[in-house]
Nanobody, 114 residues
Framework: QVQLAESGGGLVQPGGSLRLSCTAS????????MGWYRQAPGKQRELVAD???????SYADSVKGRFTISRDYAKNTVDLQMNSLLPEDTAVYYC????????WGQGTQVTVSS
């Protein structure tokens, strides 16, 4: 079974940028949709952005214009470029394939703080 592994999290100041990467152990062509979710302390996990194999990407309203999701079939990766980060973006970010009942990575912590 394909496994997903996130990287790129860390501590960044407000207004800064981070790039998260999700690397699959196999081809990502088998997945209809891949995405990034996040879960902040005391809150439910929420969809940040997803990118289907066919169709348009979608973003949570809170990240539109700041985050960009991309999918690289040659590298079997899905990246999340995060710009203009806010303290409320602090969360554990999870890579996902094929929605809530699909595959999950272990998560990577993103902390936005001065």
């Amino acid at each position: 079974q394909v496994q997903l592994a996130e990287s790129g999290g860390g501590l960044v100041q407000p207004g800064g940028s981070l790039r998260l990467s999700c690397t699959a152990s196999g081809t990502i062509r088998v997945f209809d949709t891949m995405g990034w979710y996040r879960q902040a302390p005391g809150k439910q996990r929420e969809l940040v952005a997803d990118i289907p194999r066919v169709g348009r990407t979608s973003y949570a309203d809170s990240v539109k214009g700041r985050f960009t999701i991309s999918r690289d079939y040659a590298k079997n990766t899905v990246d999340l470029q995060m710009n203009s980060l806010l303290p409320e973006d602090t969360a554990v970010y999870y890579c996902n394939a094929n929605g809530q009942s699909g595959l999950w990575g272990q998560g990577t912590q993103v902390t936005v703080s001065s």
